[in-house]
């Protein structure tokens, strides 16, 4: 127990779990100030704050403790407390009120990404659901999904070595990809002609995430018809178009002039433009979300947590979206300043991410 805690603020062997209701309350009031403002609060503040009746003196006695115990700190500028890391992601977890969307916030959330199902392909609809999410959230909005979304118009085979082929894919747009596949040994050349002409069959008009299920499915069909040094080109081929590895992701950012918005001071500005740095360096916002993939639900990432914006500051609220079939594609999200609204837009991603799966035929 803190030798300064003559009223009993904070349970013996105080632990980020184990503050009594008071403390709370007084904590609660620094962090819902901060992000309400930006700015530090005091005691005196405080005092006027939270319902319980105390002096600035004992409240300033609990935000004592609550700085020992790592959740706010006093910055040199000011008398009054702001939360650390540590505390807001104390608060994010065990204090805050993560409440559903009501029915309105639902319909409004719906209506602005409803133009998402109209776009003429999917790197337009989500760069629609992105400028909406980010008018939504007053925040950056960031999308990870899989290059290839592009319809396919014709897939061909080109051995490079005895066990190494070039795949070439044409898109309706007259896009042209390259990718090298590594074969099963013994492959012959008539092995590669037939699995083409059965993948050129059947993928027509196809996105990569599409042809792969409709492809997973015909293999099954047709194994026995298929000689099995083909049935394998395939397979590898299915394979490989997943979309799993960081080189086949691409980055989509927009609204980035939210994040210039109600800055404070200089050093707001200093942080927002080595976020800009950070999303400029596309790789190490690519390797963030990836983390998220495989994860069900909304992830949160506050400041240093994770490497990449430690520098900046910044929080980001991702989750992941999916296809038809039901498989994670993607991620979407936010990223802004560690400030954000959680309480609200947790649940905006959240949604936003279903509706987008929705949409996108998931």
Do not use: C
């Amino acid at each position: 127990m803190a030798h300064h805690d003559p009223i009993h603020l904070i349970a013996p062997r105080a632990g980020l779990a184990q503050l009594n209701e008071r403390s709370r309350d007084i904590f609660r009031q620094i962090v819902e100030s901060y992000l309400a403002t930006g700015e530090p609060v005091g005691s005196r503040n405080i005092s006027r704050l939270i319902a319980m009746p105390l002096s600035p003196a004992s409240v300033r006695n609990v935000m004592a403790d609550l700085e020992q115990l790592g959740l706010i700190y006093a910055p040199h500028t000011s008398a009054g407390r702001l939360p650390t890391e540590l505390g807001l992601r104390f608060f994010v977890d065990a204090l805050m009120q993560v409440g559903d969307l009501n029915e309105a916030e639902r319909q409004s959330i719906q209506s602005q990404l409803s133009s998402v199902g109209e776009a003429q392909s999917v790197e337009a609809a989500l760069d629609q659901a992105l400028m909406r999410l980010s008018g939504l959230t007053r925040a950056a909005a960031v999308v990870l999904t899989p290059k290839s979304n592009a319809r396919l118009k014709h897939i061909e085979f080109v051995r490079l070595e005895p066990e190494k082929a070039l795949v070439i894919l044409v898109g309706e747009d007259g896009q042209v990809e390259n990718r090298v596949l590594t074969l099963p040994p013994g492959v012959p050349s008539s092995a590669l002609t037939e699995a083409g002409n059965f993948l050129n069959a059947r993928i027509r008009g196809r996105t990569l995430a599409e042809a792969r299920l409709e492809l997973e499915t015909a293999l099954g069909e047709a194994r026995a018809e298929l000689d099995q040094l083909t049935q394998k080109v395939i397979s590898a081929g299915i394979a490989s178009w997943s979309g799993g590895e960081n080189e086949d992701r691409q980055l989509i950012v927009r609204g980035h002039a939210n994040l210039l918005e109600d800055l404070h001071a200089l050093e707001d500005l200093e942080r927002v433009r080595l976020l800009f740095d950070d999303l400029e360096t596309k790789r190490g916002v690519i390797d963030l979300l990836g983390r998220a993939e495989t994860a069900e639900g909304v992830r949160i990432f506050i400041g240093s947590e994770n490497k990449l914006f430690s520098l900046s500051g910044s929080s980001t609220i991702i989750s992941p979206y999916r296809d038809a079939a039901g498989h994670i594609v993607g991620v979407l999200g936010v990223i802004g300043p560690t400030r954000l609204n959680y309480a609200r837009v947790i649940p905006t991603v959240d949604y936003a991410a279903r509706i987008v799966s929705r949409l996108l035929g998931g």
